[in-house]
């Protein structure tokens, strides 16, 4: 596997609060707060790298009851992330536009 590189901004996370220094974007700013991928960049979870190449030379794609899952070990414990998982806990809505 490639060794995995990071610029050093690769952990940054966004600050949607408007201010003169930021007026020439503030139609972006209002566009994001009330959307659901504020969350995701909001959020600054701490990644470890030795968690990411663990995770992609393992994974593995299986179907359980017409869904599809990404399933990986990490430190020897299975992993499983399917497109639910992923909507609640990244705060995005459903097809139907309710937030999961």
Known sequence: MA???F???HNMVVYLEKSE???DFAEIV????????????T??????????EQFWSTTKIKTINNETQIRAKV???TTVITES???????????DGITC
Do not use: C, M, Q, W
């Open 21 to 23: 220094a930021n007026a």
């Open 30 to 41: 209002d566009f994001l707060n009330p959307s659901s991928t504020r969350y995701a960049l």
């Open 43 to 52: 959020v600054s979870p701490t990644i470890y790298v030795s968690y990411i």
């Open 75 to 77: 430190d020897g414990k």
């Open 85 to 95: 998982f992923v909507r609640r806990d990244l705060h995005f809505d459903d097809e």
């Open 7 to 9: 610029p050093d901004s």
């Open 3 to 5: 060794a995995l590189t």
